[in-house]
């Protein structure tokens, strides 16, 4: 819709798809954009290469001027080893997306946390569209920070890594109607497509000895 509305408009539209690659199909030509970027590690790519795709007939100034690499929009020697492993990395997507499955053990993981938490939790965003690995809960009364502080064996953010350091809670949050009392709660949990139903009852057993069940 926001692409249609642009496009109607000519405006340009650049779309950041960084968690959506290798977890939900992606269209450019669906999405009316303009430009759209992909990193790497997102889809399991080495860390620190990415790409841009380029609406045909759109021109952008270099990042870096000088030869002619990356078709003449950023000058230096190109990491032929970290390109490659994007190429395969974007093949196995391609072949093996994962959504489904990921969809499912996050659904997993979601129920096991109402039936332990109940009305303690609230579930921030919309059930079904979203990421399907992603999992943003809100433990009602108690502070995300320290939450993941007693869950020493556990990865996860109260936000993104893009605004790792602050205690304020997610401006994301903010624009979705989440009140500070609820988003100061807020704990993200990001599944991959190697996580295992083990590995959710272990975080799920360390959040009930945390807050009881």
């Known amino acids: 819709a926001i692409g249609r509305i642009c496009r109607g408009r000519g405006v340009l539209l650049h779309t950041d798809a960084s968690q959506s690659g290798g977890k939900v199909p992606l269209d ?3 999405l009316n ?3 759209l970027t992909l990193a790497g590690h997102k889809l399991y790519a080495p860390k620190g290469v990415g790409a841009l795709y380029i609406r045909e007939g759109l021109h952008i100034e270099p990042l870096i001027h000088g030869a002619d690499h ?4 950023r000058a230096g020697t190109e990491n032929i ?10 093949d196995i997507a391609l072949t093996e997306l994962h959504s489904s499955t990921v969809k499912e053990l996050t659904a997993y993981f979601y129920t096991r946390l ?7 939790i609230h579930l ?34 109260t936000g993104s890594a893009c605004h790792a350091g602050t205690t304020a809670i997610s401006p994301v949050l903010v624009a979705m109607g989440v009140s500070e009392a609820v988003g100061r709660g807020a704990v993200r949990f990001s599944l991959g497509r190697h996580t295992t139903k083990g590995e959710i009852d272990t975080v799920v057993a360390g959040l009930e000895n945390i807050l009881g069940g």
Do not use: Q
């Open 70 to 73: 990356e078709m003449g929009r």
């Open 28 to 30: 450019v030509d669906a």
């Open 114 to 120: 109402e039936e332990l938490f109940g009305e303690l």
């Open 81 to 90: 080893l970290l390109e490659v492993g994007l190429g395969k990395a974007c």
């Open 124 to 157: 921030n965003g919309h059930p079904e569209k979203k990421l399907p690995n992603t999992l943003n809960i809100s433990f009602l009364g108690y502070d995300g920070h320290k939450i993941l502080g007693s869950l020493s064996d556990v990865a996860a953010s």
């Open 33 to 35: 954009v303009d430009f």
